[in-house]
């Protein structure tokens, strides 16, 4: 099958290679593709897609920041920063440098990738109404940093290129992981042009910091914010529903969207191991029926959508990717 999936295996976030020791496998892309190989969907990898350049990061991050990303020397301390490699006492923090196959400063060139990808997931939502990028969803990344495991965000910097290039005016973000989309609702608040919705935990990372520092922003509000408090899992679909009708009338003034960038987190699903998840558990089901809702949703509007992974942990959580696929490609099939 010739479907508008992207899978870049050269992009991979394979934080083991650099001596750090945090949950997020680069593997959950291989176990879809190993997934969707059984259901007779075989991916070849997609590999001739374009760097961003630097000016595209510019548009939406601090010029410095951007400029330190690209020195290898400087970039080493905005990584370690962004996945949290150093303690409050100074020491390691699920960070051993000796285990390390690949310097720090590397990883930059595979989270330039991934951003690299969501913006051609997008192009290619353009041309087919959906498409499926097994990585991207770099939520929590901010104008000045990065934060939690997110340096740069994919979904901003593509959107706007997609605007300087005339392809679209409007844009959507619909953020499904299980937290909330602090650095999207940050970047996007001065911005009429892109609407945003996160569905997030009520009462975890990053909305129950007590440090209310101005560069990580999190009390900023999205258009469409909605809290699924601990125990309300049966509630999440319905919430889900009247969050994207509200965002639909907060639009009609503007028109509708040219295109919706979902972030497809897997950090929900109650089989994902990260602690700060733990007080959202759907079910595997849930998550189907979540995929469904959404995809469904604006294939009726006939709205082109880019789906990315987002958040998850483990070696359970390719399941729900894997089923979210699936039904986006029976759906428009």
């Given at each position: 099958?010739?479907?508008?999936?992207?899978y870049c295996p050269q992009f991979e976030?394979?934080?083991?290679?650099?001596?750090?020791?945090?949950?997020?496998?680069?593997?959950?892309?291989?176990?879809?593709?190993?997934?969707?190989?059984?259901?007779?969907?075989?991916?070849?990898?997609?590999?001739?897609?374009?760097?961003l350049t630097?000016?595209?990061?510019?548009?939406?991050?601090?010029?410095k920041m951007v400029s330190d990303l690209f020195n290898k020397k400087k970039s080493q301390a905005h990584l370690m920063a962004?996945?949290?490699?150093?303690?409050?006492?100074?020491?390691?923090?699920?960070?051993?440098?000796?285990?390390?196959?690949?310097?720090l400063s590397?990883?930059?060139?595979?989270?330039?990738?991934?951003?690299?990808a969501t913006y051609y997931a997008l192009k290619l939502a353009l041309e087919k109404n959906w498409s499926y990028f097994l990585g991207g969803g770099m939520h929590h990344a901010h104008f000045k940093k990065g934060s939690g495991f997110c340096q740069?965000?994919?979904?901003?910097?593509?959107?706007?290129?997609?605007?300087?290039e005339k392809k679209i005016k409007r844009a959507w973000i619909v953020d499904l992981d299980a937290h909330k989309g602090d650095a999207t609702a940050a970047l996007a608040k001065n911005d009429p042009s892109i609407l945003?919705?996160?569905?997030?935990?009520?009462?975890?990372?990053?909305?129950?910091?007590?440090?209310?520092?101005?560069?990580?922003?999190?009390?900023?509000?999205?258009t469409v914010d909605i809290e699924v408090a601990e125990g309300e899992e049966k509630k999440y679909l319905k919430k889900l529903e009247a969050g994207l009708i509200k965002l639909e009338k907060y639009s009609t003034k503007?028109?509708?969207?040219?295109?919706?960038?979902?972030?497809?987190?897997?950090?929900?699903?109650?089989?994902?191991?990260?602690?700060?998840?733990?007080?959202?558990?759907?079910?595997?089901?849930?998550?189907?029926?979540?995929?469904?809702?959404?995809?469904?949703?604006?294939?009726?509007?006939k709205i082109p959508q880019a789906w990315v992974m987002g958040g998850g942990y483990g070696s359970k959580v390719y399941k729900t990717h894997t089923q979210s696929i699936l039904f986006l490609s029976s759906l428009f099939s």
């Open positions: 099958m010739n479907l508008p999936i992207i976030l394979s934080l083991k290679k650099y001596g750090i020791f945090i949950p997020l496998l680069n593997q959950r892309s291989k176990q879809v593709v190993h997934s969707l190989h059984k259901a007779n969907i075989v991916l070849t990898p997609t590999l001739d897609i374009p760097l630097a000016q595209d990061l510019i548009f939406v991050h601090d010029k962004t996945y949290e490699l150093i303690d409050s006492l100074g020491n390691f923090n699920r960070y051993d440098p000796k285990q390390s196959q690949r310097p590397d990883l930059f060139i595979s989270i330039r990738g991934q951003a690299s740069i965000h994919d979904g901003i910097v593509a959107l706007k290129k997609l605007q300087r945003t919705l996160s569905i997030h935990m009520k009462n975890s990372w990053p909305t129950n910091q007590i440090n209310r520092d101005p560069l990580t922003p999190w009390w900023i509000k999205s503007i028109g509708p969207p040219d295109v919706v960038w979902v972030i497809d987190g897997a950090d929900a699903f109650c089989q994902d191991i990260l602690p700060s998840t733990a007080p959202l558990q759907l079910s595997q089901y849930q998550m189907l029926q979540r995929s469904s809702f959404v995809a469904s949703f604006f294939a009726d509007r």
